[in-house]
């Protein structure tokens, strides 16, 4: 009987793993979390529609190179003729008491000033733009996604520090109830472990709901399943090489980012719309033709007619000429931000590339600490051990290492990101 009940136990025991295997959290690395966010993001489904609305913009303003058609169609009931002749007594005559008229027309524009083709040019130009700024919309989703994804890795070594600082405290307890039921200590030192175990278990509270919370918003920015959500890393107690081979001269880097590339567009669309304040103060020439048809007369009317127009601004050329001079000072504005804004994009570069050395040193100097903090544990331990260290001078070192780890963990990561951040400014990813 206990032989069977052993075998029941058992087979729960196993189906229970398999079950949680099966349906346990799926593990996510970064950069499964960044496609994800790339393809669910609604900051870029939004950037993907704004281009598509650009496009669609460009080829509206392409219609405007071929002839426009229209047709148009009348037709009226009087109660009597809407010309009434007399002829002489008792002769009168009435005409168009009733009628139609319709007609197709079509006209094509030959000269406007080159206000088509620079309009055409500026659509193109807005479909670059829009690119370009879905292309920083993709460097800010890939940024703040990893955010979100260290930020669930630091917690996530936390726990494990604090699973490793709870199994110390358990040691030092038992250790010390043996020395309390000895008469070596007193319960003051019994006090101490309880109460840093009670503060170590608040802790796990703190970060096990940070931790669940921020799985949560990782999971909404990239659009996946928050009850299956979590990330495979696991942060290498190795430090990592040397950034030096991310290095990029920032002049020559400065064309590569699309925030230049921005730049210079609108400096390219402002010169456009200076050629098109230019070309609505210039003639325009249009030619045309129609088909017309009316029964007003006692005979069917059907004919062809073409005709050509030529419109000359003549009193427009008076606020014409302001609003050109208007368009040339914006040129001179936007020239003056490309080369402004290009100076301060170097600077950010070199701040940036600064930023990562001084992450990786720090993270140099958090691995040394973890060092000196478990030899200083090892030693505190041995010396309370012998008696020649108090359980505060303990809990002082144990508070200490786990100090240190956490700081290992939080530089690590902001080195990551720093790393990330000078990919982007830089014009890569």
Wanted: proline share 2%; aromatic share 8%.
């Amino acid at each position: 009987m206990k032989t069977n009940r052993n075998r029941i136990i058992a087979f729960l025991l196993i189906g229970g793993a398999c079950m949680n295997g099966a349906f346990g959290q799926k593990a996510y690395t970064l950069d499964e979390c960044i496609q994800a966010a790339l393809t669910n993001n609604v900051r870029m489904k939004n950037a993907n529609n704004e281009l598509e609305m650009a496009k669609q913009d460009k080829k509206k303003v392409f219609t405007n190179y071929f002839p426009s058609v229209s047709a148009a169609g009348t037709g009226f009931m009087a109660d009597k003729g809407l010309m009434q002749m007399s002829l002489g007594p008792d002769m009168n005559m009435s005409m168009l008491k009733n009628g139609i008229a319709g007609g197709v027309g079509a006209s094509l524009p030959l000269f406007t000033g080159g206000q088509i083709v620079n309009g055409n040019q500026l659509a193109k130009v807005g479909v670059e733009v829009k690119r370009l700024q879905r292309n920083l919309s993709d460097n800010e989703v890939c940024l703040t996604t990893e955010q979100y994804f260290w930020r669930v890795v630091i917690l996530k070594e936390k726990l494990k520090t604090l699973s490793k600082v709870e199994a110390q405290l358990a040691r030092i307890l038992s250790d010390v109830e043996a020395s309390v039921q000895a008469g070596i200590v007193t319960r003051n030192d019994l006090l101490q472990v309880q109460l840093r175990q009670n503060e170590t278990k608040s802790t796990r509270l703190q970060v096990e709901n940070a931790l669940s919370v921020s799985q949560n918003i990782l999971a909404q920015y990239t659009g996946l399943s928050s009850d299956t959500l979590d990330v495979a890393f696991a942060v290498d107690t190795q430090l990592p090489a040397r950034p030096d081979s991310l290095y990029c001269d920032p002049e020559s880097a400065l064309g590569l980012t699309s925030e230049y590339a921005l730049l210079q567009q609108n400096v390219k669309a402002s010169r456009l719309q200076y050629k098109m304040a230019v070309g609505k103060n210039l003639p325009t020439v249009a030619i045309g033709g129609g088909y017309v048809y009316h029964n007003f007369l006692p005979e069917d009317q059907r004919f062809w007619v073409g005709f050509a127009t030529v419109t000359v601004p003549l009193t427009g050329w008076w606020g014409g000429s302001h609003a050109i001079k208007k368009e040339k000072l914006q040129v001179k504005n936007t020239e003056n931000q490309l080369a402004d804004q290009g100076e301060l994009l170097v600077i950010r570069m070199k701040n940036a590339w600064n930023g990562v050395n001084e992450a990786y040193e720090q993270m140099k100097i958090a691995r040394l600490s973890i060092e000196q903090s478990t030899e200083n544990l090892r030693l505190n331990t041995d010396y309370y051990k012998a008696g020649t260290c108090t359980m505060s001078d303990l809990l002082d070192a144990q508070t200490l290492y786990q100090q240190s780890c956490d700081k290992y963990v939080e530089s690590y990561t902001d080195y990551e990101l720093k790393k990330r951040e000078y990919l982007q400014v830089t014009g890569r990813r």
